[in-house]
């Protein structure tokens, strides 16, 4: 059985796993999935064909999977599906998708800190942590254990790498590659990323190897082509250098150099 508040509000055709705990004030919509043991602290929204994992904890004033921002909504059935063991911090705000049939998508095991936005169509993996304010523009791609600064603001259709860092403050308006921190405004590569890899168990064969493709990429002054073409003869085919390189080539707005 859920324990729910008697102040909370949740459509009868909404679903609620076992074992959740809803908090006072919460009120949940029609279309609304909830796995289990989720925990809903207080006073939080969750509308729209939204579709929450198991051990999601959220706290108070989140407001989840209402109608986009988007100038361009022009109705239809928008979702936002999200994995498991996430953290939503008070007042996060995550918005579904803008044209009918299209899904935000959240992974698992995410710390999504207060105030962070989360806008339309955004993807992101897993283990990710967004510190305070942090802002996604619609269509923004986040993979797995990056690290996105307090009061930082990435443009729309931008992407963050794997085990990317984005300085606080900075201003995101080019893709950040994989293994790397950026800063700036706007926001620069500056180096790789050592202490995350670290962490997240990179060996020290690749931490060198993408030490070597960041000064190839970013302070030789060679073209992106011409550069990426020198990585890939130089440097051994470690999974680390191929993502690093598959991310670069499939750039749409320029890496942020």
Known sequence: ??????????????????????????????????????????????????????????????????KTQDLKWNGGVTGT????????REYVTVHSATRDGEVTRIGSRNHILAYCHIAHNCTLGDRIIMSNVATLAGHVVVEDFAVIGGLAAVHQFCRIG????????SKVVQDIPPFMMADGNP??????????MERNGVSEA?????????????????????????????LPPLPEVKHLVRFVRASERGIGK
């Open 81 to 88: 599906q999200i994995g498991d063991g996430n953290t939503f």
């Open 206 to 234: 690749a931490q060198r190897a993408l030490r070597t493709a960041y000064k190839i990429l970013f302070r030789e002054g060679l073209t992106i082509s011409n550069a990426i073409t020198k990585v890939e003869k130089k």
């Open 187 to 196: 926001a620069k590569t500056r180096t790789i990323n050592k202490t995350g």
């Open 162 to 169: 794997k085990m990317a860092m984005i300085g606080g403050c």
């Open 1 to 66: 059985m859920s324990a729910v508040h008697p102040s909370a509000i949740i459509h009868p055709k909404a679903t609620i796993g076992a074992h959740c705990e809803i908090g006072p004030y919460c009120v949940i919509g029609e279309h609304v999935t909830l796995g289990s043991e989720c925990r809903l602290h207080s006073h939080v929204v969750i509308g729209g064909h939204t579709k929450l994992g198991k051990a999601n904890e959220i706290f108070p004033f989140a407001s989840i999977g209402l």
